[in-house]
């Protein structure tokens, strides 16, 4: 049995900004009009869920392996996903020519954000029920429906990120990939924050 808070709590966490939603609503800013986005969206998407699937299968083994020593670990986490967004924000704010041709989101950074998206963390220590990962029943069912949520909040970002391109202009337009370098940058220094207070 799915609960409804964890239902609603997933809804909310996959609709607020994060690294991977950003960078799905870039990549749906910067494809090109000529019909490629329907063959890259899939990839995206199913990335976006590997990601998320094998972080919070990987933070489940941890769980039932040290218990509640999870927690001496998570700021080591946070550090390590700061590191990477910020290099992120780096690459993408020196590529913002490439990033505007709509060439530099590709699955792979989709899957390597969505690894150390904090977003996991949220999901496997506080929104999965307690004990879920000594119980296969329970994380099954929870695991399906993130299966099902996932690519529906990750394809409604990647159309925001495209409506927002159509209805921009193009000087807007070559601003979103320096914007988007920006709030992954931001994402970085909070988890940094997190991950030294943690310490």
Do not use: C
């Not at 899939?42 to 869920?49: D, F, K, Q, T, V």
């Not at 941890?62 to 780096?90: D, K, W």
């Amino acid at each position: 049995m799915i609960s409804s808070a964890f239902l609603f709590g997933l809804a909310l966490l996959l609709a607020t900004p994060g690294p991977t939603n950003t960078l799905l609503a870039l990549a749906g800013a910067t494809q090109p009009r000529d019909g490629t986005a329907r063959f890259l969206l899939p990839r995206l998407l199913l990335a976006e869920l590997a990601g998320y699937l094998s972080a919070v299968l990987v933070l489940g083994a941890l769980m039932h392996a040290v218990g509640a020593g999870i927690e001496a670990i998570r700021p080591a986490l946070q550090a390590a996903a700061a590191l990477y967004l910020a290099l992120a924000a780096i690459r993408m704010w020196r590529a913002r020519g490439e990033v505007a041709a709509g060439a530099a989101v590709a699955p792979s950074q989709i899957l390597a954000t969505t690894l150390l998206n904090p977003k996991t963390l949220i999901i496997a220590l506080v929104l999965m029920p307690a004990g879920w990962s000594g119980q296969g029943a329970v994380a099954a069912t929870h695991l399906a429906a993130m299966a099902l949520m996932i690519p529906l909040a990750g394809g409604a970002w990647f159309l925001g990120g495209r409506g927002l391109a159509r209805a921009a202009g193009s000087r807007l337009r070559r601003a979103i990939p320096r914007a988007s370098a920006v709030l992954l940058g931001l994402f970085a220094m909070v988890l940094a924050g997190r991950a030294l207070a943690g310490w």
